[in-house]
């Protein structure tokens, strides 16, 4: 199976248990590195997070200080950079800002108060089906453990795993055996949980003679945590479906949304559709995840806003 595929199965197999998973999410401060899949633990305030908006609220946002009780204007909360206005223009479309104005000046305040622990914890997981063709696994997932962005990290494969396996990789990450067609998991080896709450290493690179590394604090730790568990919360883990008549959705684990090529024989991104006429099924992903995972679909809050869109749009 190809890596895409397994990380399908893979990503499937997680949200069978309920959890929310996402992929291809930055598993780093200032280096590279992007972590294959991300499960993210529910805390205390899950549910009031889930309340706000179904989307990614801009970390530039979340790390502003701006709150419900006073409207301010946008340079002073976050600047005035073409980034900082398009994190603006973010959080007033999916809900956690609103727009008002005051002699002819506009104004933002937030809906509410962003909700501290709304999650409890970050799982990593590097994907690496063929453990016969190992590339830079061990440098990665060294990174990991160093760094410590993540509460637990787990190889997920495919291989068997040996002796050998084991001793090339960290002894703190977890390992799980996958049987891609099913998405189940073994666990040959359980993870050590990483110090998240101390400063960290980030491994930039690595030479056989040296290796450039600097010191992450636990303050920018804790900022980059959240921004991986908001980015998670957005993304989710499938993609959008080809275009394509051979494409036909199937399931993994009970659990639907995936894209798969009966051409090509292989789950499939939307580049990767046939060059053929006709179209693809009509598959909504984001049902797909509001059916399976604890992911809210257009909450309350979005509901509220788009009601007085529609007020304006006759």
């Given at each position: 199976?190809?890596?895409?595929?397994?990380?399908?199965?893979?990503?499937?197999?997680?949200?069978?248990?309920g959890?929310?998973?996402?992929?291809?999410?930055?598993?780093?401060?200032?280096?590279?590195?992007?972590?294959?899949?991300?499960?993210?633990?529910?805390?205390?305030?899950?549910?009031?997070?889930?309340?706000?908006?179904?989307?990614?609220?801009?970390?530039?946002?979340?790390?502003?200080?701006?709150?419900p009780?006073?409207?301010r204007?946008?340079?002073?909360?976050?600047?005035d950079?073409?980034?900082?206005?398009?994190?603006?223009?973010?959080?007033?479309?999916?809900?956690?800002?609103?727009?008002?104005?005051?002699?002819?000046?506009?104004?933002?305040?937030?809906?509410?108060?962003?909700?501290?622990?709304?999650?409890?914890?970050?799982?990593?997981?590097?994907?690496?089906?063929?453990?016969?063709?190992?590339?830079?696994?061990?440098?990665?997932?060294?990174?990991?453990?160093?760094?410590?962005?993540?509460?637990?990290?787990?190889?997920?494969?495919?291989?068997?795993?040996?002796?050998?396996?084991?001793?090339?990789?960290?002894?703190?990450?977890?390992?799980?055996?996958?049987?891609?067609?099913t998405?189940?998991?073994?666990?040959?080896?359980?993870?050590t949980?990483?110090?998240?709450?101390?400063?960290?290493?980030?491994?930039?690179?690595?030479?056989?003679?040296?290796?450039?590394?600097?010191?992450?604090?636990?303050?920018?730790?804790?900022?980059?945590?959240?921004?991986?568990?908001?980015?998670?919360?957005?993304?989710?883990?499938?993609?959008?479906?080809?275009?394509?008549?051979?494409v036909?959705?199937?399931?993994?684990?009970?659990?639907?949304?995936?894209?798969?090529?009966?051409?090509?024989?292989?789950?499939?991104?939307?580049?990767?559709?046939?060059?053929?006429?006709?179209?693809?099924?009509?598959?909504?992903?984001?049902?797909?995840?509001a059916?399976?995972?604890?992911?809210?679909?257009?909450?309350?809050?979005?509901?509220?806003?788009?009601?007085?869109?529609?007020?304006?749009?006759?």
């Amino acid at each position: 199976m190809r890596e895409f595929g397994f990380e399908m199965a893979v990503c499937a197999g997680l949200e069978s248990d309920g959890r929310l998973v996402a992929r291809q999410l930055a598993g780093g401060v200032r280096g590279s590195r992007v972590m294959d899949c991300v499960v993210v633990e529910p805390g205390p305030a899950f549910d009031e997070r889930a309340r706000i908006t179904d989307a990614t609220i801009p970390p530039r946002l979340v790390e502003a200080d701006i709150g419900p009780g006073t409207a301010r204007r946008p340079r002073a909360v976050v600047g005035d950079s073409e980034f900082a206005q398009e994190a603006v223009e973010a959080g007033i479309e999916c809900g956690y800002l609103t727009s008002e104005r005051h002699d002819g000046q506009r104004y933002v305040r937030a809906t509410t108060r962003y909700p501290d622990g709304w999650f409890d914890g970050l799982v990593g997981v590097e994907n690496k089906p063929d453990l016969g063709r190992p590339g830079e696994l061990e440098l990665q997932l060294r990174k990991d453990v160093s760094l410590a962005l993540f509460d637990r990290v787990w190889l997920a494969t495919a291989s068997h795993v040996t002796g050998a396996h084991l001793n090339r990789i960290p002894d703190e990450v977890g390992v799980w055996r996958v049987d891609p067609e099913t998405g189940a998991r073994t666990v040959v080896r359980e993870p050590t949980p990483l110090a998240t709450d101390e400063p960290g290493i980030e491994v930039l690179d690595s030479q056989p003679a040296r290796a450039d590394v600097r010191p992450v604090a636990a303050a920018t730790k804790a900022r980059y945590r959240r921004r991986v568990g908001e980015r998670a919360y957005g993304k989710g883990w499938r993609v959008p479906f080809p275009d394509c008549p051979h494409v036909e959705e199937r399931s993994v684990a009970g659990v639907g949304g995936l894209a798969y090529c009966t051409r090509q024989e292989r789950y499939v991104r939307p580049a990767e559709a046939c060059d053929a006429d006709g179209t693809g099924p009509d598959v909504d992903i984001d049902a797909r995840r509001a059916e399976q995972s604890p992911w809210v679909r257009d909450p309350a809050g979005a509901a509220r806003r788009q009601a007085g869109l529609d007020a304006y749009s006759s």
